[in-house]
């Protein structure tokens, strides 16, 4: 089993959920499909959602909800 | 009391240009930042620069605590807040005054009543000033929405009172769709602004954007004429002028001294502007509400009346009266404004933060480009695309658009994607040159004239 990294397309302020009283997206361990939700970037003010891109198992985020991100960090990794 | 230092409790292009307008006056600046804007022109400018906190907003430049022990550490005699952020919030005012600083602006109190958009269009009734037809006040309850939904006719708008700035408002048609739409806008002001309350307004079809500029020194009350504001995308202005060529000299008239009469029973202090919208087949017009802070539209009222109005707001917040009577000002030519975003119109206004490798700016007598921007910047992701405001004087309206038209090519930002393509189609459309358009013109001639535009582009590709 390897493991593949998930990245962000923009730079911006990462959120793991879809508003601030929501359930993440995804929990850490969760499985995902690779058109799955797994959180929004904000970038000058406008919310894009990020899709996995990937499907697998066992999602671990490696940046916290509401952390500034750079184009191309590592949001999260998943077991395949 | 004389303003030796401002702190400068913003960033972006407004910062530069209140670092600016402060230095013209002999002042000393200090310019708070996010650890995101430590490069920033406004810190290059300033005098001196203090870090208060992260790049998000709300822990950085919304952060009143923040800001206060920066004005605090400084000894700054006053505090300029800019647009946007903090500068219409009530309690940051009463916290400047609090601690014996002077806040450039109005009252707490004014921002509080102005800011409150159902008070604000009773003061404005009392005043004289027309309002749109809709309910008076806050609705209770759904019951008595449905009546005055039913008294004023659709399509209505139904807005937040604690909204504004083209946020929580919803458009109905029908009186089914009132119902539905009604508890959901109520829950969703609840979240945003803290408070579920509502008011009814009909929407003014093919309405007009116009907005009168005022200044006030709480005894004296002066406008700046008005400034058009139509051409907006998603509620957001694109392209402003003045004066607004659609408005005949009677109505003119009426329109200022419909403002200066509502600065009048608020006494008024600083600058201020109160929107309308206009409706040009009944010539009337109709108030909106009243923005309490410099607009970002500002340059085009000073390139055309020669008034510079953030020194004028300095020196207010000082103490002096009015620098100006009524009869003294005098529109003289036509001023256009470009806001120069970091978006891309070729894909859905796409953000694009990023660094930026060359800069030229046009140059002239009749040419302004109030920016963040110099040559190796880097544009942050974190707060507004407004990179620049591109603003150009001419003798009368056409030769403005030609003036225009030179600008924009001249203006070279090289880097990344920028709305200097969307406004070098607009300055060139015919419609846009006759000044036949109004608030939903803009969306529609985007899908219409611009659209086709970009795919024929693609193709070439």
Same mark, same amino acid.
């Given at each position: 089993m390897s493991k593949a990294e998930i990245r962000s397309p923009l730079p911006g302020t990462f959120y793991r959920k879809p508003a601030p009283d929501s359930p993440p997206f995804k929990q850490d361990g969760d499985a995902v499909a690779a058109s799955d939700v797994i959180g929004l970037i904000e970038v000058m003010k406008s919310f894009h959602e990020i899709q996995a891109g990937i499907a697998g198992n066992g999602i671990a985020f490696t940046v916290d909800d509401g952390d500034p991100v750079m184009a191309g960090q590592v949001l999260a990794e998943v077991e395949q | 009391m004389t303003i030796r230092s401002l702190l400068i409790a913003n960033r972006g292009e407004i910062a530069v240009r209140i670092n600016r307008a402060a230095k013209a006056l002999g002042m000393r600046t200090v310019q708070v930042y996010s650890q995101a804007d430590a490069s920033s022109l406004a810190v290059r400018l300033a005098d001196e620069a203090i870090e208060i906190g992260p790049p998000a907003a709300r822990k950085s430049y919304l952060n009143i605590d923040a800001v206060m022990a920066a004005a605090r550490a400084a000894k700054v005699d006053a505090v300029h807040p800019g647009y946007g952020f903090l500068s219409e919030n009530a309690e940051f005012a009463d916290a400047v005054a609090a601690a014996g600083i002077a806040f450039v602006g109005p009252s707490a109190e004014a921002i509080r009543l102005l800011g409150d958009k159902v008070a604000a269009r009773r003061v404005a009734a009392e005043a004289g000033v027309p309002t749109v037809p809709g309910s008076d006040g806050r609705v209770a309850d759904v019951g008595e929405a449905r009546e005055i939904a039913a008294r004023i006719g659709f399509?209505?708008?139904? =807005? !937040? !009172?604690?909204?504004?700035?083209?946020?929580?408002? #919803?458009?109905?048609?029908?009186?089914?769709?009132? +119902?539905?739409?009604?508890?959901? /806008?109520? /829950?969703? /002001? !609840? /979240? *945003?602004?803290?408070d579920g309350g509502l008011y009814i307004e009909k929407v003014i079809e093919q309405a007009r954007h116009v907005e009168v500029q005022i200044l006030g020194d709480g005894t004296?009350?002066? @406008?700046?004429? +008005?400034?058009?504001?139509?051409?907006? #995308?998603? #509620?957001? =202005?694109?392209? +402003? +002028? *003045?004066?607004?060529?659609?408005?005949?000299? @009677?109505i003119r008239e009426k329109l200022c001294a419909s403002a200066v009469a509502l600065a009048r029973a608020v006494a008024y202090r600083g600058a201020g502007t109160v929107e309308y919208l206009y409706d040009e087949a009944s010539e009337e017009f109709y108030f909106i509400e009243v923005n309490t802070r410099i607009q970002v539209e500002h340059p085009v009222t000073e390139m055309i009346t020669g008034i510079d109005l953030v020194q004028e707001m300095l020196r207010i917040a000082g103490g002096a009266p009015l620098s100006v009577r009524q009869e003294d000002i005098r529109v003289s030519g036509h001023a256009v404004e470009c806001r120069i975003n970091a978006e891309d119109p070729y894909r859905d206004f796409m953000p694009a933060p990023g660094p930026v490798h060359e800069l030229e700016v046009p140059d002239g007598e009749r040419v302004r480009f109030d920016t963040l921007l110099y040559a190796g910047y880097e544009v942050s992701p974190f707060y507004d695309s407004l990179l620049g405001k591109l603003v150009v004087h001419g003798s009368d309206r056409a030769d403005c658009l030609q003036r225009l038209r030179d600008a924009l090519a001249a203006l070279k930002i090289v880097g990344i994607a920028t709305t200097v393509p969307l406004h070098q189609a607009l300055a060139a459309d015919p419609e846009v040159a006759a000044s036949r358009y109004h608030t939903r013109f803009l969306e529609h001639w985007l899908q219409t004239v611009f659209a086709p535009v970009q795919g024929g582009r693609e193709e070439a590709r």
């Open positions: - | 399509p209505l708008m139904i =807005k !937040a !009172a604690a909204g504004g700035g083209g946020r929580g408002i #919803r458009i109905v048609s029908s009186m089914e769709e009132f +119902e539905r739409q009604f508890p959901q /806008a109520s /829950a969703e /002001a !609840a /979240a *945003a602004f803290g004296n009350f002066v @406008h700046c004429f +008005e400034r058009e504001c139509s051409l907006q #995308r998603r #509620r957001q =202005k694109v392209w +402003e +002028e *003045a004066p607004s060529v659609t408005l005949g000299p @009677h």
